[in-house]
């Protein structure tokens, strides 16, 4: 059975093909980074706030994009490959795409799901992608060109294993122990040092202000691991349970698909968390699955194989 639970690219075509750069966009909860490469070799690299329309508005979004094509340069542009978090249907593409286009007129653009970055950018054309940053999913492809995706639901709904689950978790422990009548420990300490509050019961009406949201709660996340790093039992485990949930996104996309692997871990949870990395690989090893990969650069990076496979 043929299925994917992510939409075909975004794809718009200029009646004639110009000749011209390759810009590659990995826009996130958090950042869009842009990569211009001319002749295959990076000109240009810059990062600027997100430009993702589910995460900040159209106008902020219009206004980032606006930011990174001043920086990294419009003029002559032949692809736009955009990899995007929450690209879960045809018109989330376009709308992206709407934003684009007036920065590279006459450019063809490509915008897909940011796991489809990813997988190319560990050098795979066939496997499973996993995304373990501000969000986590899973997506993959097999010989056969069947798709098949994991989580990706957003943070409302799903986000195990992410940042912002991170994050969250920490709130949740903090207030877990005032409730118990338990002192704060090292965690809630240097959480509530961060928030630049005195004392748990403020992290409720600051988890649900206006002021703070997904991307605030999921640099949070930082202490946890820092926490786990230091012996902290509670962040320890927090860690491990990250690393478990994002080998059950991995194990079910790879089961989907009839496949082996490889299984590519990547962003920013996933790249640079040793104590994550090992659960995920000791979780899949118990479901059977050895071929597990962490990525060794950005999954931007992954854009000229994508551009080369499109032809």
Same mark, same amino acid.
Request: aromatic letters at 4%.
């Given at each position: 059975?043929t299925?994917?639970?992510?939409?075909?690219? &975004?794809?718009? !075509?200029?009646?004639?093909?110009a000749?011209?750069?390759?810009?590659?966009?990995?826009?996130?909860?958090?950042?869009?980074?842009?990569?211009?490469?001319?002749?295959?070799?990076?000109?240009?690299?810059?990062?600027?706030? #997100?430009?993702?329309? *589910?995460?900040?508005?159209? @106008?902020?979004a219009?206004?980032?994009?606006?930011?990174?094509?001043?920086?990294i340069?419009?003029?002559t542009?032949?692809? !736009?490959?955009?990899?995007? /978090?929450?690209?879960? +249907?045809?018109?989330?593409?376009?709308?992206?795409?709407?934003?684009?286009?007036?920065?590279? =007129?006459?450019?063809?653009?490509?915008?897909?799901?940011d796991?489809?970055?990813?997988?190319?950018?560990? /050098?795979?054309?066939?496997?499973? &992608?996993?995304?373990?940053?501000?969000?986590?999913? &899973?997506?993959?492809?097999?010989?056969?060109? %069947?798709e098949a995706?994991?989580?990706?639901?957003?943070?409302?709904?799903?986000? %195990?294993? #992410?940042?912002?689950?991170? /994050?969250?978790?920490?709130?949740r422990?903090?207030?877990?122990?005032?409730?118990?009548?338990?002192? =704060?420990?090292?965690?809630?300490?240097?959480?509530?040092?961060?928030?630049?509050?005195?004392?748990?019961?403020?992290?409720i009406?600051?988890?649900?202000?206006?002021?703070?949201?997904?991307?605030?709660?999921?640099?949070?996340?930082?202490?946890?691991?820092? &926490?786990?790093?230091?012996?902290?039992?509670? #962040?320890? %485990?927090?860690?491990? *349970?990250?690393?478990?949930d994002?080998?059950?996104?991995? @194990?079910?996309? !790879?089961? *989907?698909?009839?496949?082996?692997?490889?299984?590519?871990?990547?962003?920013?949870?996933?790249?640079?968390?040793?104590r994550?990395?090992?659960?995920?690989?000791?979780?899949?090893?118990?479901?059977?699955?050895?071929?597990v990969?962490?990525? +060794?650069?950005?999954?931007?990076?992954?854009?000229?194989?994508? !551009?080369?496979?499109?032809?």
């Open positions: 059975m299925h994917s639970d992510i939409p075909p690219a &975004a794809d718009t !075509v200029p009646s004639v093909p000749a011209g750069a390759v810009i590659g966009l990995d826009i996130g909860g958090t950042k869009t980074r842009g990569v211009r490469f001319e002749g295959g070799a990076v000109v240009a690299d810059e990062s600027v706030g #997100s430009s993702n329309v *589910q995460n900040v508005s159209r @106008e902020v219009a206004l980032n994009l606006a930011e990174l094509f001043a920086r340069g419009g003029g542009v032949s692809r !736009v490959y955009a990899g995007a /978090g929450g690209i879960d +249907t045809d018109a989330d593409a376009e709308a992206l795409t709407a934003l684009i286009a007036p920065h590279v =007129p006459g450019a063809r653009i490509t915008v897909v799901h796991s489809r970055l990813l997988l190319a950018a560990g /050098g795979a054309s066939t496997g499973v &992608a996993v995304i373990g940053g501000t969000g986590s999913a &899973a997506w993959g492809r097999n010989s056969l060109g %069947e995706r994991a989580g990706g639901w957003g943070y409302l709904l799903g986000d %195990e294993g #992410s940042g912002y689950w991170l /994050g969250r978790e920490a709130v422990h903090s207030l877990r122990r005032m409730n118990q009548g338990l002192e =704060p420990d090292e965690l809630t300490t240097a959480l509530l040092a961060s928030c630049g509050v005195d004392d748990p019961n403020k992290l009406a600051l988890f649900h202000s206006p002021d703070t949201g997904r991307r605030y709660w999921a640099e949070r996340a930082r202490l946890v691991v820092d &926490a786990a790093d230091a012996g902290h039992a509670a #962040s320890r %485990e927090l860690v491990d *349970q990250a690393g478990r994002l080998a059950g996104l991995a @194990e079910q996309t !790879v089961r *989907q698909l009839r496949i082996d692997g490889p299984v590519i871990l990547g962003s920013g949870l996933g790249m640079n968390v040793p994550l990395q090992e659960s995920f690989r000791a979780a899949l090893a118990a479901a059977g699955i050895t071929d990969r962490i990525l +060794t650069q950005d999954p931007v990076f992954g854009v000229l194989q994508l !551009v080369a496979e499109q032809g």
